[in-house]
């Protein structure tokens, strides 16, 4: 089945500069990447989303990146705000698999004012 | 529209007890699944629904039972709870194919001692 690994598991950044996380994937039908963002005590809530015949997508101060070949995908987010402070999920599915989401691990960020 | 709701929202089992979560969703979704998270392992898959009658195992399966006798529910029963089963369980649909977003319930903490 997929595996999907994700790093790093903790990220500490000052108000206003980038981060950057990333993950691979194992299946190369792979198709549909989301990432989730999920605030202390809340559900997974979808912040950005790629699909296998896209490089990159933009939406305001968050973008994500895949490279198929290498087999990885990044969430970057740029000018982060202390309200950015979340735990972050990416995942994979196939549509092979049922559309079965694969997370990562994810990635606790912590932005300081 | 409510979008996924889970019921209930905490409890408290003692070994040996059974239970049924309920997940309903009111976007005449396809496909529906049963995630549980525990700290550093992200989201695993226990079952999922591709359709209303149709169940799956995913990959952590044992201890768990479902059932969809309705395209709008997915129940997740646990016949005999362990300690082992104390988590934050879930429920998530997607429209089906093509792979899209996954909704996600409120979740549903549950201890087991």
């Known amino acids: 089945g997929e595996n999907v690994e994700q790093h790093p598991s903790t990220l500490s950044v000052q108000e206003g500069d980038s981060a950057v996380i990333k993950c691979t994937y194992s299946d190369s039908a792979s198709n549909y990447f989301p990432w989730y963002k999920q605030e202390l005590g809340k559900r997974p809530q979808l912040i950005i989303d790629i699909r296998s015949n896209v490089g990159e997508k933009k939406d305001q101060r968050i973008a994500v990146t895949l490279n198929k070949t290498a087999k990885h995908f990044s969430l970057h987010i740029t000018e982060t705000q202390p309200e950015d402070s979340a735990v972050y999920f990416c995942a994979a599915s196939a549509v092979y698999n049922f559309n079965k989401f694969y997370f990562g691990s994810g990635t606790k960020l912590n932005v300081k004012p | 529209n409510a979008g996924v709701t889970q019921t209930p929202k905490f409890r408290v089992l003692k070994t040996g007890q059974s239970m049924t979560l309920l997940c309903a969703q009111d976007?005449?979704?396809?496909?529906m699944y049963w995630y549980r998270q525990d700290p550093g392992m992200g989201l695993r898959l226990i079952h999922y629904?591709?359709?209303?009658?149709?169940?799956a195992k995913g990959e952590v399966p044992d201890g768990y039972n479902v059932s969809r006798l309705k395209k709008q529910n997915f129940l997740l029963g646990l016949e005999s709870a362990a300690p082992s089963q104390t988590s934050v369980y879930f429920c998530?649909?997607?429209?089906?194919?093509?792979?899209?977003?996954?909704?996600f319930g409120q979740g549903t903490r549950l201890t087991v001692v």
């Open positions: 998530a649909s997607t429209r089906g194919i093509p792979s899209t977003e996954a909704f």
């Open positions: 629904s591709v359709g209303e009658g149709t169940t």
């Open positions: 976007m005449n979704h396809e496909y």
